[in-house]
């Protein structure tokens, strides 16, 4: 045994034959399973006086910050450096090796975040999915709880990869591809049937996106605050998931995996096709503390927050930044916690109307918007606070119409002209840069289009009003990213030129091509607007030329030659009175 110093406590590493020397899961591609969605189910899920074990690669924060003392808290490693890096960085024990290891010890917690192919070691026994489980199942004190991860080979992730994925060929050396494995679990079923073969039974499941390493989305797909009545992911749930998707790097992939996560979602299929399966599983008898149905971190910025969905309301989880305010806009966190509206997603339902190319139901959705906008108006037809800062995807479609999902943002009054087209712009933007289908002509460009909206909204198109929301844009969007005064120009420089052509905010190859679909109908557009144009100049210039020879015969002719001879005395009578007015 080893002992690393860390402030005032030792830090112990127990080190085992199996241990792999040249090998690292915490540094590097994919790294340890993280996040702050993470963070916030382990503060709830975690007793503070349970004994605790950490089976695999895990963030050290995530380690760090859980509600137990350190010295209550076991770290399996298989990684020597891994080992010795954590326990310098949290001071609880670590021990490197296989799942073996800490064998003869009972844990009440056992997290498994990360799932169970980053925990046996290649310098060991090479045991399978079900092998390591059992393994690893068998720590587990009577009344214990496993919370295990589980990466879905077939997630949202891996079918629209352009390349393999990080997450499957970090162990390729050693390991089956997953989707062959036949002792892993293959779907939510098969994993509650192995875990019940082990003593444990599925307590709660979480759906993780967008990245089964790094999910900034936990969902229950069974929970009644998730979907809408109709089935729809409710509005809390579409936001959260745009969200989650807001903050990834953007790599190249085949589609656009929050579209078909999304999608899935509406059709009863989320967890067939999401990135990461978590089941909270109990070796019974055991008491549970109530958890939530929906864990969400915000995407990166000065206001962002971590928060839960328990019973039909928000709570923020502590600790919370300061409130923010920049470029006439900001936020007051204490706003965010209460009751969340029930229903679809405005945007979600106007977006599928679109789809459809059903424009009787997309004026009805777009009319229904502006009255309710016009009403939060006040007597002089400015809009604030929160109605000025909430867009499409911002809103909940209720049985009494649009909600908003969440007050706590707030700008300053804007004239209704101004607010109404910010939010119908924000939403042709997204309409041209996913390629989505629509009713309208593709060759229109993001303020064209606007001003369609605004027509179908029954409201009078103002083009000066959509140059001032894209101002107002790029305000709420800098606000919300901590931008300054540089990088907002910047933006309000890129918004402003949307059109039909530009690039899509995710860089998948399906969407890439829509966009190429796109510009080539602008261009055959142009090229049918300059045909035409070149087919009336050369009709011009025949007109011109037959005008020409009609003058030129005209002038050799007699008659004209007559004309000009009778005419001749008038022209000289007439100059000469011009000579007389001078003199």
């Not at 591809?177 to 994993?191: C, I, Q, Y």
């Not at 923010?324 to 229903?343: I, K, N």
């Not at 977006?351 to 939060?376: F, K």
């Amino acid at each position: 045994m080893s002992t690393v110093e860390r402030g005032r406590r030792a830090a112990a590493v127990t080190r085992t034959p199996v241990e792999m020397p040249h090998w690292s899961d915490l540094t590097g591609a994919p790294g340890p399973f993280r996040g702050r969605a993470a963070a916030a189910l382990l503060a709830l899920a975690v007793p503070a006086d349970a004994r605790v074990l950490v089976a695999g690669p895990h963030d050290p924060a995530l380690v760090a910050a859980l509600p137990v003392p350190p010295e209550r808290v076991t770290w399996l490693l298989r990684s020597r450096h891994d080992a010795l890096a954590a326990a310098a960085a949290t001071g609880v024990e670590v021990v490197c090796g296989g799942p073996e290891a800490p064998a003869g010890r009972a844990y009440d917690v056992i997290v498994a975040l990360d799932g169970l192919d980053r925990v046996v070691s290649a310098e060991g026994r090479q045991l399978g999915w079900a092998q390591a489980l059992e393994t690893v199942a068998g720590l587990l004190a009577p009344g214990g709880t496993l919370l295990l991860g589980l990466a879905n080979p077939l997630g949202v992730h891996e079918l629209t990869a352009l390349t393999p994925t990080p997450h499957e060929g970090a162990d390729r050396h050693w390991h089956a591809p997953a989707v062959t494995d036949p002792d892993r679990p293959g779907s939510p079923d098969r994993l509650d049937t192995v875990l019940a073969r082990d003593g444990l039974s599925v307590r709660r499941r979480w759906l993780g996106y967008p990245d089964p390493v790094a999910p900034a989305l936990l969902l229950d797909p069974q929970a009644g605050a998730v979907q809408a009545a109709d089935g729809e992911p409710s509005g809390a749930v579409s936001a959260a998931l745009a969200d989650a998707w807001a903050g990834e790097p953007g790599a190249p992939t085949l589609g656009d995996p929050h579209a078909l996560a999304a999608d899935a979602l509406a059709n009863g299929l989320g967890a067939a096709f999401a990135p990461l399966w978590l089941v909270l599983a109990v070796r019974e008898p055991a008491d549970l503390p109530e958890l939530p149905e929906l864990v969400a971190a915000e995407p990166a910025g000065p206001a962002a927050v971590t928060w839960t969905l328990r019973g039909g309301a928000r709570e923020v989880v502590p600790p919370a930044p300061a409130d923010v305010a920049a470029f006439g806009v900001g936020r007051d966190l204490s706003l965010l916690a209460g009751p969340v509206p029930a229903g679809p997603g405005f945007a979600r339902v106007l977006r599928d109307a679109c789809r459809r190319r059903d424009t009787p139901r997309v004026r009805r959705l777009l009319i229904a918007y502006a009255d309710w906008l016009r009403g939060h108006a006040d007597e002089r037809g400015l809009v604030g606070g929160a109605y000025a800062c909430t867009g499409l995807d911002g809103l909940v479609l209720t049985g009494d119409g649009p909600a908003v999902l969440d007050r706590s943002w707030f700008a300053g009054e804007r004239p209704y002209p101004v607010v109404l087209a910010r939010t119908l712009r924000r939403f042709a933007v997204d309409l041209l840069t996913r390629g989505a289908v629509h009713p309208w002509p593709d060759t229109l460009d993001a303020d064209a289009l606007t001003l369609v909206l605004t027509g179908a909204a029954g409201q009078r198109p103002d083009p000066d009003a959509v140059a001032q929301a894209v101002a107002f844009e790029a305000d709420l969007r800098a606000a919300r990213a901590g931008l300054d005064r540089t990088g907002r120009d910047e933006l309000a420089r890129r918004l402003a030129a949307v059109d039909a052509g530009t690039p899509p905010d995710v860089a998948a190859y399906q969407e890439l091509l829509l966009a190429h679909r796109r510009l080539r109908t602008e261009l055959e557009h142009a090229r049918g607007v300059t045909a035409r144009t070149d087919q009336q100049r050369r009709a011009a210039e025949d007109a011109l030329r037959g005008a020409r020879r009609t003058a030129a015969q005209l002038r050799g002719s007699a008659s004209f030659r007559l004309g000009r001879a009778l005419l001749a005395p008038a022209r000289w009578a007439r100059a000469a009175v011009r000579r007389l007015r001078r003199n």
